[in-house]
């Protein structure tokens, strides 16, 4: 089979080439001016254009790897602690004020999860996942004893998936996030619990010297939800069409990604 070879078109050339196949001066004035100055100074103008835009896609995609870096602290309910440019990796986390704790009154409007943090090592905790928590309260004056399994603590993974998802979808490259932290935290599942249980109480065994029940994980990460026009407009330098979206004032901002929705 013949091989087929696609060479760059050559417009300059094949300009030249039919200038001068015309022998008659006045068709000659008549062509040059039809395809010297219109289809040859067209074909510069989208060139330009071409190497332009290519040239601000590229220079927007282009980054060093280790320029952006996703940091994960833990910080404690208990303590009045800011921290700049830090925001909790799930909202769950501080939806509740610190006195909603289930211990100080009954179940009812409660969040019926407990998520809790055990500061220990990996083969510990894939060994805390096996036992069964014993959780005692009180309902109609009566003491009563649940056994609960605790499991992983899975929303913080996956706002970490989502995150993955918005560096691919912004077409930046994505380095892996540290979860040493995120692993570390367990749900304890009361939804088993009545309604009007009250003087509900955890407890851990022999992990309770290890479990933090106030901690929660925060990340250099914030989620905005900005106002876009409707309808999409020419860019300044008329290479493409974008949406205006109204920027935040007094804020740094590193890198900024638009999450697919």
């Not at 040239?55 to 009045?80: F, G, R």
């Not at 993955?164 to 570390?184: H, I, K, M, P, Q």
């Not at 290890?210 to 250099?220: A, F, H, R, T």
Request: hydrophobic share 35%; glycine share 4%.
């Amino acid at each position: 089979m013949d091989k087929v070879c696609l060479n760059e078109f050559d417009i300059k050339k094949y300009v030249k080439d039919r200038l001068s196949e015309i022998k008659e001066e006045d068709e000659y004035v008549f062509a040059k001016s039809v395809l010297y100055d219109g289809l040859y100074r067209m074909s510069e103008v989208f060139e330009e254009r071409y190497k332009s835009l290519y040239k601000k896609v590229y220079d927007e995609l282009e980054s060093k790897e280790e320029s952006y870096e996703i940091a994960i602290l833990l910080l404690s309910k208990n303590e009045n602690t800011f921290l700049r440019m830090f925001f909790p990796i799930s909202d769950l986390d501080v939806i509740e004020d610190k006195e909603d704790d289930i211990k100080e009154g009954c179940m009812e409007g409660k969040n019926s999860i407990k998520t809790v943090y055990l500061n220990a090592a990996d083969s510990v905790c894939r060994a805390f996942l096996q036992e069964n928590i014993r959780v005692s309260f009180t309902n109609n004056k009566e003491k009563h004893t649940l056994l609960v399994q605790p499991k992983k603590a899975l929303r913080y993974r996956k706002e970490v998936g989502k995150l993955c998802e918005t560096f691919s979808y912004n077409g930046l490259r994505w380095n892996t996030v540290n979860t040493a932290y995120l692993d570390r935290f367990f749900d304890i599942d009361l939804s088993g619990l009545p309604q009007n249980a009250r003087d509900v109480e955890v407890d851990y065994g022999k992990y309770a010297d290890m479990i933090e029940e106030e901690l929660y994980p925060v990340w250099n990460i914030e989620k905005n939800v900005f106002k876009s026009s409707t309808f999409l407009s020419p860019s300044k330098d008329g290479l493409y069409y974008e949406r205006e979206m109204i920027r935040q004032k007094d804020k740094e901002i590193i890198l900024r990604l638009i999450q697919k929705t």
